[in-house]
């Protein structure tokens, strides 16, 4: 079936089976290996990308689903202004160990910080709640989000 | 102290770092386990199912394999698949590969296995409890100085259960496998900690059928905790046989409900504690422990586990009079293996229960009681090796002040009087022996390589890898801080068997105390030898010299001597110490342990790089809170955990405040970090819950089922 949709900006359009995992036709289909496959039931949030700008789980959506809609991926959400952001406060705090839960972090944050985007450290946990990490106690992904949070309110 | 960012930080997360499953190759095909679904039983017939085309499908079994049928470990019985009875359900029986993963998942499911199911031990309380499933070994620790019992004496006897714990490491374990006919060579790519470990796996496994076996470590290792120490191996033998079949790469990813299922877990542990204390001196004058792990089908490296187990299970304690008895236990689950640790938070969480126990019927303070017992400098460890330091002691003193315990401990005795929720606070001391236990790091010899090229570029050759924990910014650091070099002229280079020489296992917290300090002390040497003050001037000045190639191997204090028969000696140059206090929230209506805050202070010795070291104690302090609370893998009446839906790890909402401080850090030396923060936190929980409700849970985790049962019979016992 011709399954069209916007890819990280791009219009694309793939002939595909309806029920392909969405998180198999991004990284088989197109090569996007940023988002990872950890449990393959929606538990773990390492394949999280955006669709029409809410995070989801890719492994428990299929490719019908991205039917004319929008999708972002972490390789496109690190090429918009606040995913460099992100980037650079989780550099700077220091919250990556392994880094296989990341790109499904830096979507949920992304997320956060379009939609809500305050300091407010309740309101980032619930926020990133479906993603785990097991390495880093997760002390350090919330002081890269409030430093971002912080930055983008100062505009810095 | 530095905090020097990690090199590989902006590609991972912009999900360009390629892990295991990011690898492509020209016609690589999937492989897939077809595994065994009974727990204990002899295989009658195996029935493939019609409607595929069974010409397609690469199969491989026991008949198949050129070299043996035994994953090398420290015990040699673990095989890599059935050969006639399977011991534990998720057991190999066949490797299959095809081009299309889809149809051989749907080939998979549909073939029919028949057995002759035998009797099997599951549960692994019932496992340790049986002494008939000793597996035969006993090590014992043996210092008792037959001074008779004073009628004085308290005698406090009690069993102490801990659960499996999965690692959960994100990324699930994988391996690619590919064969050239023509070199006669297996090339494997792999999500591992320990190449060398994984070569000699498929060297085992494909015998004089290939003559050379070359191991490179993936550039991106999700995580492995000490899960991808040696299941790599079996996978990758398995592997290596399907592409040696095939003729093609072939890759296997296990799914996650796969990856649970089938490889190691954390030991379960039985640890049965007797101790004597002086009523007058509060001293603990006597310890006997019985300490069981349920090792599972197989040996394999469990008694290296247990070897740690016993050396810690005496806790921070100076007992004068002490034997300590190791033992394995079979039963028919798959192999438990290495994790954090390694059978040292078994150890604590017992002696750190039994410890608040005594001081209960003392009537004494918990952190009183620890002062008096507490070992000092001129004390011994049951092996005889005298305590020459009272950092473990210091690191007691700071949390508690840090915390502000004492103040806490009244607020919330006077808070639980009026309130059915509870709070709880909560001790526990720890410590962790760095490197291999004993004689290991003598007998491994581990090397290392480094060479300098013409533009000043250093490379290092470690086969230690990067698994999340900083490793290659750490090593890389401890080499160029010691000569002032800039930190973009040093890289370590990706692991690979072939170029790298064996520098020995990521594990046992040795890869900076071992390997870094080797590095410090090579970049010293080669700065002295040269006799430079700047490396890029003088290579500039001496081109002719470059490239230069330079091989160290380390070579232990002399003066650490440990007979491994008789546990008698110095087990551990260094040990790092902890101690942790947990502040906790009861809810009378869920029975659910909320944690509120951890405070933790270590000392591990010179910290080369803060940063990178509070990651690790944070990650670290919430597995050992996470497996105080939530994390076990079998129920009775249920069975093993499938998943991360019904395993349950700590989500961000789960989660306390954790504070880490390190203290002593003028030392020159820099200790082993890695596993030391799993060691404390599940017990200071325990004593939490204790102080909270006032029953005492010896069997962990605290789940909120444990609480409602002791509190039903405290109540009853108390009408």
């Excluded at chain 2, 394999?300 to 810690?312: K, N």
């Excluded at chain 2, 040269?530 to 232990?556: A, R, S, W």
């Amino acid at each position: 079936m011709e399954i069209k949709f916007k890819l990280n900006r791009k219009d694309v359009v793939i002939d595909v089976d309806p029920m392909k995992r969405l998180l198999d036709v991004l990284r088989e289909d197109f090569h996007l290996m940023g988002s990872k496959e950890g449990c393959g039931e929606g538990e773990c949030g390492a394949c999280t990308v955006l669709l029409d700008n809410k995070p989801i789980t890719s492994c428990t959506a299929n490719a019908i689903h991205a039917n004319g809609k929008e999708i972002l991926t972490a390789e496109g959400i690190s090429e918009e202004p606040e995913g460099k952001l992100l980037i650079k406060c989780f550099d700077e705090a220091n919250a990556v160990q392994c880094g296989f839960c990341f790109p499904g972090f830096l979507v949920s944050s992304y997320s956060y910080l379009q939609n809500d985007g305050e300091k407010n450290l309740d309101k980032i946990k619930t926020a990133l709640s479906g993603n785990i990490c097991r390495c880093t106690g997760y002390q350090k992904i919330f002081e890269g989000v409030m430093m971002a949070c912080d930055e983008k309110e100062n505009g810095e | 102290m530095k905090s020097i960012k990690k090199f590989d930080a902006v590609p991972k997360l912009n999900g360009t770092w390629r892990y295991l499953d990011d690898y492509q190759y020209e016609g690589m095909i999937h492989g897939q386990f077809l595994l065994s679904d009974v727990h204990h039983g002899k295989i009658k017939e195996i029935i493939f199912p019609d409607g595929f085309k069974l010409e397609d499908f690469t199969i491989v079994s026991v008949s198949d394999i050129p070299g043996t049928n035994i994953v090398p470990e420290p015990v040699n019985d673990q095989p890599f698949m059935v050969d006639d009875e399977v011991m534990h359900k998720g057991q190999v029986i066949l490797g299959i590969a095809h081009p299309d993963k889809k149809l051989l998942n749907e080939f998979i499911k549909n073939i029919k296995v028949n057995y002759e199911e035998l009797p099997a031990v599951i549960d692994p309380k019932k496992c340790l409890d049986d002494e008939t499933n000793h597996f035969g070994r006993t090590d014992i620790i043996d210092h008792r100085t037959n001074a008779p019992i004073d009628p004085n004496w308290i005698k406090h006897h009690n069993v102490y259960y801990t659960p499996h714990q999965e690692q959960a490491y994100l990324e699930p374990q994988g391996t690619i496998a590919i064969y050239s006919q023509e070199k006669k060579e297996m090339f494997v790519r792999v999500t591992a900690q320990c190449p060398f470990y994984v070569k000699s796996g498929v060297e085992n496994m494909m015998g004089n059928a290939v003559d050379n076996v070359v191991v490179e470590s993936t550039e991106g290792l999700g995580g492995a905790f000490g899960g991808k120490e040696d299941f790599p191996s079996l996978l990758s033998g398995i592997a290596a046989l399907l592409s040696y079949k095939a003729h093609k790469p072939v890759k296997i990813v296990l799914e996650r409900n796969e990856d649970i299922a089938i490889t190691t877990k954390r030991h379960p542990g039985r640890i049965e504690i007797t101790t004597y204390t002086d009523k007058e001196t509060k001293r603990i004058k006597k310890l006997d422990i019985d300490y069981r792990l349920d090792a599972g089908a197989y040996q394999t490296c469990s008694t290296v586990v247990m070897s740690r187990g016993i050396l810690h299970a005496c806790g921070g304690y100076d007992i004068p009079d002490t034997y300590i008895k190791g033992r394995m236990f079979r039963s028919n689950t798959p192999v438990n293996g290495a994790f954090r640790g390694f059978g040292a938070p078994q150890a604590f969480a017992a002696i750190e229960a039994h410890i608040d126990r005594i001081a209960k019927d003392l009537e004494m303070d918990p952190y009183e009681f620890r002062k008096v017992n507490i070992f000092r400098k001129g004390a011994e460890f049951p092996t005889t090796q005298p305590v020459v330091e009272n950092n473990l002691e210091d690191c007691l003193d700071r949390v508690i002040e840090k915390s502000d315990y004492f103040k806490k401990v009244e607020e919330y005795k006077e808070w639980n009087e009026t309130h059915a929720d509870k709070k709880g606070i909560g001790i526990a001391i720890a410590y962790h022996g760095g490197g291999f236990t004993g004689n290991g790091e003598k007998n491994m010899k581990p090397k290392i390589r480094v060479t300098i090229d013409k533009d000043a570029m250093v490379k290092i050759y470690v086969s230690s890898t990067d698994m999340g924990q900083g490793a290659h910014t750490t090593l890389a650091q401890m080499f160029y801080e010691a000569i002032d070099h800039p930190r973009e002229k040093c890289w370590v280079m990706l692991p690979n068997t072939d170029k790298t020489p064996d520098s020995g296992p990521t594990a046992a917290s040795r890869t900076i105390y071992i390997i870094g300090n080797l590095l410090a002390k090579t970049a010293r040497k080669i700065k002295h030898e040269l006799g430079f003050d700047n490396l890029e001037e003088y290579v500039k000045n001496h081109q002719d010299q470059f490239p230069k190639e330079y091989f160290e191997t380390f070579i232990p204090d002399s003066s650490v001597v440990f007979d491994d028969e008789k546990y008698v000696g110095i087990a551990y140059k260094d040990y790092s110490w902890i101690t942790t206090v947990n502040e906790i929230y009861w809810h009378a209506d869920t029975y659910q342990v909320e944690l509120i805050k951890s405070w933790n202070v270590l000392d591990i010795g010179k910290v080369v790089n803060e940063k990178i070291a509070v990651g690790q104690v944070e990650g670290g302090v919430l597995q050992g809170l996470a497996y105080g609370t939530s994390e076990y893998m079998y129920k009775p009446n249920f069975g093993r955990m499938k998943g991360f839906t019904d395993y349950t790890l700590p989500t961000t909402l789960d989660i306390p405040e954790i504070d880490v401080e390190f203290i002593h850090t003028d030392n020159p030396t820099a200790k082993g970090l890695g596993e030391v923060p799993m060691n404390s936190p599940a017990p200071a929980i325990r004593n939490a819950v204790h102080f909270a409700t006032g029953v005492m849970i010896d069997e962990y985790p605290m789940i909120p089922e444990r609480i409602f049962t002791a509190l039903q019979a405290k109540n009853k016992a108390d009408v």
